[in-house]
């Protein structure tokens, strides 16, 4: 036992020496309570696997074939990264501001805590923090001041912060003990919010300036680490100079700490923030109908590969990589294609109704009531009525309010009400396109609609319309493949012997090969060759090739009355491209988990349905409508994408014009459009202005120039079709010359009506 002499202050000594050792056992107390849950008062510490391998939600990301990025999945928006990719600004700026003595302390920084203390006792708040990087990282990682860790004492609020801080101090030293400065600090870089939904400095680094970090400024790295102390209070997009004065004090830090001279930082403070602010999110990034169309397939995978596996993964929160067969460049180009042609057709589609709506019967008059329907059938109209009554729903809808709204000229703000914004919106005409390469069922690129934040419904997959003629090749093959007809026969245009014939022909009783049918669309051959082969032949060959629709077995199938969607039409296509064989598509090529560990890797799945004589025929035939007199996609020379190339192709409309197609076939890429309005009734008068060749070609012709433009892709150049091995034809072919005179369809040989 100590003894302590006589003298002035003696007791004074004593004082200090026993308050040191109550405070001393009381903390030795605190800490063995806290750590094992002492009574059940203190609440649980993450257990020790946590620590060994600690985890953070991090976004499942969507990859490109060629390696780009499409979107991600995620509840927090959040990518990890590792060391070596952090620029040495942002290291100094942190280290300069959050933790000076990082390298030195060991997860608890004693001058810090003094310092904290100090300021306490003499009220000056701004004397800083005392939490070390990686005390931080052990609130931000483990989540010390949630609700699971939190036991009785954690309810009285001075003392639950006690507890809470002695958690942190624990699972600092023991973070330090088990990782290295650096991993630590990219722990923290990886878990931290920087506001406006974007977690860990990857994300923020792209959001904030279109940038990777190790590309960041030093003003740019001091803006980002400002916001850590406050992301709302030093958000740059809505406290702009607060966010200045912010990234200031940072830079001054940097001088303090020797990481910035003088000269650069009075240089550097005058500068403006130069944002490039770009979120990511379910509205933004590239191909986000392949996105959300993808969502519930890997959420079904996932559902099936946790059961076997006897694994948790999440798509939200495990940070999957999802590599896709998606080609950025060609999405790119489709997107492009699609917003230059539908701002243009629906410039048309309002020239074309100025003054009247365009919800019409085949005679041109008015639908009427047609709009009080659509909005009676609305969920929310019908849960109103339900709570209000019907008179007071009805109010509700015809109360005005400031909404924004979609429009080709950007975003706008409006004053209207509810039942107005309907017919705002019923007035816009929709697309869905899709490609599709046909040696592997690789997509490569995908648009579902003409603007996902406003038209969430996808027009590739989920929507079905009538396909009108781009159905007619399947008849064509049932002919061919059951020997009623070759390539070479000839059929007269003449009515049909029976009980039906396509409405509105006009009979020429010329005798066209078939290639000269198909490719001018006429009508009645494709009702005659129907009652040759029986609709449920046709029905069986087109399922066989990739139409997995119901089907009405009718003569009228024909003329494509059974509703079928882009991504069938698209698959059943390919066959014909591909020497007879349907592949299944294919979106996904390898799931990998977090650290790049394969869970499960795609490959395509093929089955001969023709054989390569008769898929080549049937291209053969199709060449027709691009490279002959009268061929309904002759305006494909238009755009520079028939020289020197062979394409097969068949427009569509259907009936009332409510419906337009265009399918193209290259030797290794098959794209296909559907154009047309949200409900049936919604269409162009006229066949000049709504049929296939005018409402869906253009875009195909637009989206293949920029193709074919393109030098770096290589594998969709121009090229001949693949003849198979000593084939030949008996009958003339036609040769593929461009300066052959493009002569246009007469409306009763193509498309015409349905019924």
Not at 73 to 96: C, G, K, M
Not at 212 to 230: H, R
Request: glycine share 8%.
């Amino acid at each position: 036992m100590i003894a302590f002499q006589p003298g002035k202050y003696r007791r004074t000594i004593i004082r200090m020496w026993k308050i040191t050792g109550i405070s001393i056992g009381l903390l030795v107390f605190l800490i063995i309570a806290v750590r094992f849950n002492l009574l059940w008062l203190f609440g649980g510490m993450p257990d020790l696997a946590m620590l060994e391998n600690p985890q953070s939600e991090l976004a499942s990301e969507l990859i490109s074939e060629d390696g780009k990025s499409l979107g991600k999945y995620y509840s927090e928006n959040r990518i990890r990264i590792d060391f070596d990719q952090l620029s040495p600004n942002l290291i100094h700026a942190l280290v300069a501001t959050e933790d000076a003595r990082f390298t030195n302390h060991s997860g608890i920084d004693g001058r810090s805590m003094l310092r904290v203390a100090k300021g306490v006792f003499t009220g000056n708040s701004s004397s800083g923090g005392g939490s070390t990087i990686t005390q931080q990282v052990a609130k931000n990682l483990f989540e010390t001041r949630s609700k699971k860790y939190r036991g009785v004492l954690g309810k009285v609020p001075l003392v639950s912060t006690v507890i809470m801080k002695a958690k942190e101090w624990m699972l600092a030293v023991i973070l330090e003990r088990k990782y290295t400065k650096n991993e630590i600090m990219m722990m923290y870089l990886n878990t931290v919010s920087f506001g406006n939904n974007t977690y860990g400095i990857k994300v923020a680094s792209k959001s904030y300036f279109g940038k990777e970090p190790f590309d960041l400024t030093v003003p740019e790295a001091a803006l980002l680490v400002g916001m850590l102390q406050n992301p709302s209070l030093h958000n740059p997009r809505r406290r702009p100079e607060n966010a200045i004065r912010r990234r200031n004090v940072v830079m001054s830090q940097m001088v303090k700490y020797n990481y910035l001279t003088n000269e650069a930082y009075t240089a550097f403070q005058k500068r403006p923030l130069n944002l490039n602010f770009q979120l990511d999110g379910p509205n933004t990034g590239s191909a986000p109908y392949f996105q959300e169309s993808m969502r519930g397939y890997l959420q079904a995978w996932l559902t099936k590969y946790n059961e076997e596996n006897d694994t948790d993964l999440d798509l939200k929160t495990s940070g999957l990589h999802i590599y896709t067969t998606i080609d950025s460049r060609l999405q790119k180009y489709m997107e492009a294609a699609m917003r230059e042609h539908m701002r243009e057709q629906q410039r048309l589609f309002d020239a074309h109704w100025k003054g009247r709506n365009p919800w019409a019967y085949p005679t041109g008059r008015e639908v009427p009531g047609f709009i009080e329907k659509a909005v009676e059938s609305l969920p929310q109209f019908i849960a109103l009525k339900n709570e209000l009554g019907k008179a007071e729903a009805w109010k509700v809808m015809r109360k005005p309010y400031k909404m924004k709204v979609f429009s080709y000229d950007g975003e706008k703000e409006m004053l209207m009400s509810p039942i107005d914004s309907i017919r705002y919106y019923k007035r816009f005409l929709h697309a869905g396109m899709m490609s599709m390469d046909p040696r592997n069922g690789h997509i490569k690129a995908w648009v579902g609609g003409v603007d996902f934040k406003y038209f969430k419904y996808d027009h590739v997959k989920q929507g079905c319309r009538q396909p009108g003629s781009t159905f007619k090749p399947f008849v064509y093959v049932s002919a061919l493949q059951k020997n009623y007809l070759t390539p070479c026969d000839r059929i007269t245009d003449q009515p049909v012997e029976g009980n039906w014939n396509p409405p509105s022909s006009q009979y020429t009783y010329r005798s066209l090969t078939l290639r000269q049918a198909l490719g001018q669309s006429v009508n009645s051959i494709s009702a005659n060759i129907i009652q040759m082969v029986k609709p449920n032949t046709v029905a069986d060959y087109a399922h066989k090739l990739g139409i997995t629709s119901q089907l009405d077995e009718v003569p009228s199938l024909c003329l494509g009355i059974s509703s079928v969607s882009v991504y069938e039409m698209v698959n059943a296509y390919c066959s014909f491209a591909n020497g007879g064989y349907r592949t299944e598509p294919l979106a996904i090529l390898r799931i990998e988990d977090r650290n790049g560990n394969v869970l499960q890797e795609f490959h395509p799945k093929q089955n001969q349905e023709l054989s390569d004589v008769m898929a080549y025929n049937m291209l053969y035939l199709m060449r027709g409508a691009v490279e002959d007199p009268g061929g309904t996609a002759g305006r494909l020379r238009s755009y520079g994408v028939t020289q020197g190339n062979e394409i097969a192709a068949k427009t569509g409309t259907t009936q009332n014009h409510s419906d337009a197609w265009f399918m193209g076939m290259t030797q290794n890429l098959v794209s296909g459009i559907w154009v047309g309005g949200e409900d049936m009734q919604i269409h162009f008068r006229t066949m000049d202005l709504g049929q296939g060749g005018h409402v869906a070609l253009p875009a195909w012709g637009l989206y293949m120039r920029n193709v074919y433009n393109d030098g770096t892709l290589e594998q969709y150049r121009k090229a001949v079709f693949t003849k198979p091995t000593n084939f030949t034809i008996a009958c003339e072919e036609v040769s593929n010359d461009s300066t052959d005179t493009y002569s246009p369809p007469s409306i009763s040989s193509d498309e015409g009506a349905l019924f």
